[in-house]
């Protein structure tokens, strides 16, 4: 890939993720190590993006139990060899998601990049959440609930998608799993 790019990669179960790197991952990734002792986590779901700088954000929920508070979103930021430049960093402390959830990260082409994902516990359940970082991993917008942006019951585990936007902005997509309504939303860069 070349920078900026807005491609997600929906990665292999963990189980697939080993020194060798089979799954067919192309880009860096966690090390077997790393997923075991939780540093990296655990978990079905993990995306990444090519940032406007040339590093890879890598999202993911991290359901190791052996952490205090389990399934909350992270991200890193590492480079085109697979140096971490950011480590693991908690995305949300309160918008806790399930040990299976998706989790989405996009680019933005004016630099930086936003994470969306569905929170089973604190604040609103079952919805949408996102922050927007800088390519350094600085906070531009904390995280954030958009209660509009509903997956209905049990939703943490429905489809979230995003996509960056000409204008430097980002969309967040979101299927509701009750009504099969999908709706989404358009956001600017902070």
Same mark, same amino acid.
């Given at each position: 890939?070349?920078?900026?790019?807005?491609?997600?990669?929906?990665?292999?179960?963990?189980?697939?993720?080993?020194?060798? @790197?089979?799954?067919?991952?192309?880009?860096?990734?966690?090390?077997?190590?790393?997923?075991?002792?939780?540093?990296?986590?655990? /978990?079905?779901?993990?995306?990444?993006?090519?940032?406007?700088?040339?590093?890879?954000?890598?999202?993911?929920?991290?359901?190791?139990? /052996?952490? /205090?508070?389990?399934?909350?979103?992270?991200?890193?930021?590492? #480079?085109? =060899?697979?140096?971490?430049?950011?480590?693991?960093?908690?995305?949300?402390?309160?918008?806790?998601?399930?040990?299976?959830?998706? &989790?989405?990260?996009? %680019?933005?082409?004016?630099?930086?990049? %936003?994470?969306?994902?569905?929170?089973?516990?604190? @604040?609103?359940? #079952?919805?949408?959440?996102? %922050?927007?970082?800088?390519?350094? @991993? =600085?906070?531009? /917008?904390? %995280?954030?609930? #958009?209660?509009?942006?509903?997956?209905?019951?049990?939703? =943490?585990?429905?489809?979230?998608?995003?996509?960056?936007?000409?204008?430097? @902005?980002?969309?967040?997509?979101?299927?509701?799993?009750?009504?099969?309504? &999908?709706?989404?939303?358009?956001?600017? =860069?902070?």
């Amino acid at each position: 890939l070349t920078a900026p790019s807005s491609v997600n990669f929906s990665f292999p179960e963990t189980a697939a993720i080993n020194p060798n @790197g089979q799954g067919g991952i192309l880009a860096p990734s966690f090390t077997y190590a790393q997923m075991q002792t939780g540093i990296a986590g655990g /978990t079905s779901r993990q995306f990444a993006a090519v940032l406007t700088n040339g590093n890879i954000v890598q999202v993911w929920i991290n359901n190791n139990a /052996t952490l /205090t508070t389990p399934n909350q979103p992270y991200f890193r930021v590492i #480079d085109s =060899s697979g140096t971490v430049v950011v480590s693991p960093t908690v995305v949300s402390a309160t918008f806790i998601s399930s040990a299976y959830s998706n &989790i989405s990260v996009v %680019a933005l082409t004016g630099g930086g990049f %936003a994470v969306g994902w569905l929170n089973q516990s604190g @604040g609103t359940t #079952d919805v949408a959440n996102y %922050a927007i970082y800088s390519n350094t @991993g =600085s906070v531009v /917008t904390a %995280a954030t609930q #958009d209660t509009t942006l509903n997956a209905g019951s049990g939703g =943490s585990y429905a489809p979230i998608q995003m996509t960056s936007l000409a204008n430097g @902005g980002f969309a967040i997509a979101v299927k509701n799993i009750s009504s099969a309504v &999908i709706s989404f939303r358009a956001y600017n =860069s902070t």
